[in-house]
């Protein structure tokens, strides 16, 4: 609290110092300013006299009041000052001394790793198992979980951790690139191995109903293969992967092929089902990668009609599409329709104009088989009507079937089935023979059995073409002239290089016919058995 100003003047104030007087009264003679200061200091108040008159005393005692007051003001702050310096000393004294706290040391506890507030980014300090390492804000901390939990909540640690998130650690990078790569190329792997199974199913004219089991058992078969467990190729994706991957990196590379190389074309139109009259185009080549002739599929289109025009005209846009040139083709092979080696609007004449070297080959088998066909039609028509009989009566009825291997026990016949006549190819009839002459006792038998049992007329007519002497005559024939042809058939059908036989066999068959109804001393005196019927 303040003093009042006459308590402030009978007080003994300190010393003031010389400086604060110079400045309160600057044009004082150093002598005064002395009196003065012996007054403040508490000199004896008899010695005033000493110093003047009554009035010199009067005017002294209103200077050293002024000074008082003025000592007073100053003073206040260093008073005020030195009071709290003593409160201060006072409580320091009366003060008593505090216990130090005693702080245990935590060490560093491995399941803070699985706490989920902790552990994406705590870890312990290798170097002092009391702290624990912050991966956020790269910095040792000492103390316990509590500490732990209080730091995840400081301002700068958030930030760092949301900067951390935003942010792709190398380490993590180059293993998701690791793990990146090793999947892209398992899926390589398997897309590979389902382009093999397609091509497969496809080279082999299988049915894509396959695909639909065949996934299922190479996983069952290679349990520990994961390529195989990742197959997933039905009948519907075999089908896509054959026609728009396999299919166009295949005519991609033959038109490469043939835009280089000679080549031939053989043609040949059928007819499906649903009436839609197909042509099938095959280019023939000397491939040198393979090291021998090669027959693939140019493309199968669809005609309108079978026309030498049209077909002519479907040939001529399938090389331009591919871009092939006319010039590299050096031959064409067809069937002996007339529509085909017509001589003035057949397709062998259109093709002779655009190119007059062109060598234009007809279908040797087929040759062969029209040469025995209409050799056929010489024998009697009711021995064709016979083969055709046999089959049916016995082989569209179970109990028939059954029946039949009884006798075929008792005449100790070889328990063989009966084969049916194709009517598309003629020669077929040569395996049907030789297996009717071959069970020819066990027939005669049980036809004459059946027919004895129930008098059926199908089996009278049968049993009478049996007893008739020149059936089997004509059968005989028919099993040593239709081998001879089938042979040189087959030999014109094989896919191997086999131009150097092909005189050889021709030559052979054609003297076994003419040996048959010519002389011997005919045909030995020809060395060329060819230029005899010249």
């Not at 139109?269 to 009436?275: A, G, M």
């Not at 291997?405 to 070889?414: L, P, V």
Request: glycine share 4%; with cysteine.
């Amino acid at each position: 609290m303040k003093q009042s100003k006459l308590q402030q003047f009978f007080k003994k104030p300190g010393p003031p110092d010389e400086t604060d007087k110079r400045q309160e009264n600057p044009n004082k003679p150093t002598e005064e300013l002395h009196e003065v200061t012996e007054v403040q200091t508490g000199i004896n108040p008899d010695s005033r006299a000493n110093l003047g008159s009554d009035k010199n005393s009067k005017n002294c005692d209103q200077d050293m009041i002024s000074l008082g007051e003025e000592s007073g003001s100053s003073t206040e702050s260093e008073e005020s000052d030195s009071d709290d310096e003593c409160v201060d000393e006072r409580m320091n004294v009366k003060a008593k001394p505090k216990k130090k706290k005693t702080h245990y040391k935590h060490k560093f506890n491995s399941d803070w790793l699985s706490d989920k507030d902790l552990q994406k980014w705590i870890q312990k300090d290798e170097k002092d198992s009391t702290r624990f390492m912050c991966l956020v804000c790269n910095k040792s901390y000492i103390g316990g979980k509590t500490h732990a939990l209080r730091h995840s909540k400081y301002k700068f640690h958030v930030k760092n951790f949301e900067a951390k998130q935003h942010t792709t650690d190398l380490a993590n990078l180059c293993s998701s690139n690791v793990e990146f790569k090793k999947s892209v190329m398992l899926q390589k792997s398997v897309e590979n191995a389902e382009l093999k199974l397609s091509g497969f199913i496809a080279e082999h004219n299988l049915p894509f109903r396959v695909m639909e089991h065949l996934p299922g058992l190479l996983k069952n078969v290679f349990p520990d293969s994961v390529i195989a467990g990742k197959i997933t190729c039905g009948r519907d994706k075999t089908r896509n992967i054959i026609v728009k991957k396999l299919a166009p990196d295949a005519d991609q590379a033959l038109s490469e092929k043939l835009q280089k190389c000679k080549f031939s074309i053989l043609l040949d139109e059928s007819t499906d089902k649903s009436v839609v009259k197909s042509m099938a185009v095959v280019a023939r080549f000397w491939c040198p990668q393979l090291k021998r002739v090669c027959d693939r599929l140019l493309g199968l289109v669809e005609v309108p009609s079978a026309t030498a025009q049209i077909m002519k005209g479907e040939v001529d846009k399938l090389l331009s599409v591919r871009n092939i040139p006319k010039e590299n083709c050096i031959g064409f092979g067809w069937d002996n329709a007339s529509v085909n080696m017509g001589e003035v609007t057949g397709l062998k004449a259109l093709v002779k104009t655009d190119n007059p070297y062109v060598i234009v080959v007809g279908c040797v088998c087929l040759s062969l088989a029209l040469c025995a066909s209409n050799a056929s039609e010489e024998i009697p028509l009711e021995f064709d009507e016979f083969v055709r009989d046999v089959y049916n009566y016995i082989q569209h009825s179970p109990k028939r079937i059954a029946a039949y291997a009884e006798f075929q026990g008792i005449t100790d016949t070889k328990n063989h089935r009966l084969l049916k006549v194709c009517d598309v190819r003629w020669l077929s009839l040569e395996s049907v023979v030789m297996r009717i002459l071959e069970q020819w006792r066990a027939l005669k038998v049980y036809f004459y059995e059946e027919f004895k049992a129930i008098k059926s007329a199908s089996a009278e007519k049968v049993l009478k073409m049996m007893e008739n002497v020149y059936t089997k005559l004509y059968l005989q024939f028919l099993g040593f002239i239709l081998p001879q042809v089938n042979k040189l058939n087959i030999l014109f059908q094989a896919e191997g290089a086999g131009l150097h036989c092909l005189c050889n066999e021709v030559s052979t068959v054609f003297g076994t016919i003419l040996r048959n109804f010519l002389r011997p001393e005919v045909i030995g005196r020809e060395k060329n058995i060819m230029m005899i019927l010249v």
